[in-house]
C-alpha cells in the first residue's frame, strides 16, 4: 500500500533560492525521521571527504538530507542540493547524463526537471535544486518509492531553461553531451587540464566542454574581456611552453594534435587534440557565428 503525506521538515536554508522543499513523512514502507540534517560549505568535507568540491565547484547553498528507514529492511537516502542558480544545478546533472530519463510531463523536453535514473540512484535538475535519492538496494518497489520522491520534488521546484551558453551552442553538438562547469577542478574532473588553475576559472566565469570526435571543446565566457585575454596569455604560457611565441589564434601541435586559443571579447574558445588546422579554424568561426546570432559577441 502507498502513502503519501507531506510535510516541512525543520532546517535553516536561504529561501532566496527556493522554499524548503516539503517530504512525505512516509513512501511504501519507509519512513522518514522528523528533521532533517542541513549541511552548509562550511560543513560539507564533514558530510562528504573530497567529494564536497564539486558541489563547492558551483554557487552552491546548502544540502537537506533525509534517510528513510524501514525495519528490517535497506535505507533510502535523499541529498536535496539548493544552489544559487538554476545553472548551477544544471551543471551539476551534465557531468553525468548516463541512466534512463524519467519524464513526470510537468515541463516541456531541454528545460527542467529533468531526470536520469540508475541503479537505484534518481539524479534530478529541477530549476536550482539538484537531487539525488537513492536506494540502498534496488528493487521494484524501491524503485516506486525513489521515483515517487524524486516527483514530489520536481512538483515544488519551478522549472528553468538550461544555461544561455549551452543554448546558444548545442545545435553544434547534436551527438556530443555538453558538459557545464565554473571551477577548475570540476573541469579537471572532465578533462584534466593542469593542477593550476590557468585558466583563471571561478565562479563568476562559466564553462561548456565538448567532445567532437577525437577534440576537445572549451567554450569560456568571462565577466570581462580584459580579464578572457589575460586568462588566454597565461593558459598559452602554461600549456605550450614549447612554444614562447604561442599566441591567440594559432595552432600548435602536440603529440595529440592541434592545440589552439581564440580570444572574442569575453570568450575564449579552445581546441585540444584537434586533427587539422582547417577543420579547427571552421569549427572556431561556426562557434563565433552562433555567439554573434545570439547577441552574444
Known sequence: MFFLFLATLPMTINTNVVFPIQLPRQVEHWSRPDSAQTITAQTIFDYMDGAGELYLGFRFDSLQVVEYTAEGSYNLLVEIYYMQESDDAFGLLSLDLDGERIDWGAAPEASSPSALYGAGLLRLWAGPVYARVMAFQE???ARRAVL????????QCRSARPPKLIQMVQPLF?????????SHLVLNSIFYLASQNILDLDLSVEGVYAHEGQMKVLLLHYPEARRAAAAAQFFLQSYLPDHQSARCGGFYPLESGYCACFHAGVYLILLFDCPDIDSGRQWVQTIECRLRTGDRL
Open 139 to 141: 528493487t521494484e518497489t
Open 174 to 182: 547534436t551527438n556530443a553531451p555538453l558538459k557545464y562547469f565554473r
Open 148 to 155: 515517487e520522491l524524486g516527483r514530489v520534488i520536481a512538483a
